[in-house]
């Protein structure tokens, strides 16, 4: 998986950077047909906001989480993605049973 990681308002520092990555091993444990990824973070006075954008066969995922920490909302964020990929892996596969079970 190729993660875009941005920031706004922010310097992404390798602390960051390899912080997303340890984070966005996770997703692709639990679905490796992520095509890529992209991360923006950003600061808005006390709030931290980290969002991305997932792309995945026959899709996108998007998900944000807006924290004090920037720790935190990346966190959030993955938790949330997780969710919404673990959705999306268990439609595609009651897709594919319900097909074959009509075709018999």
């Known amino acids: 998986m190729h993660i875009n990681l941005t920031g706004h308002h922010i310097e992404v520092t390798d602390a960051l950077r ?5 984070k966005f ?11 890529n990824a992209h991360v923006i973070l950003s600061v808005e006075k006390l709030e931290q906001k980290a969002e ?23 966190d959030g964020l993955v938790d949330k ?10 439609k595609r ?10 075709a018999d």
């Open 18 to 22: 390899s912080y997303v990555d340890t």
């Open 81 to 90: 993605l997780d969710r919404q990929i673990l959705r999306y892996k268990e």
């Open 52 to 74: 991305a954008t997932l792309h995945v066969n026959g899709g996108t995922l998007f998900a944000d989480a807006v924290h004090e920490d920037l720790y935190a909302a990346i």
């Open 93 to 102: 596969q009651n897709h594919r049973t319900a097909a074959t079970k009509t």
């Open 25 to 35: 091993e996770r997703l692709a444990r639990h679905f490796d047909h992520v095509i």
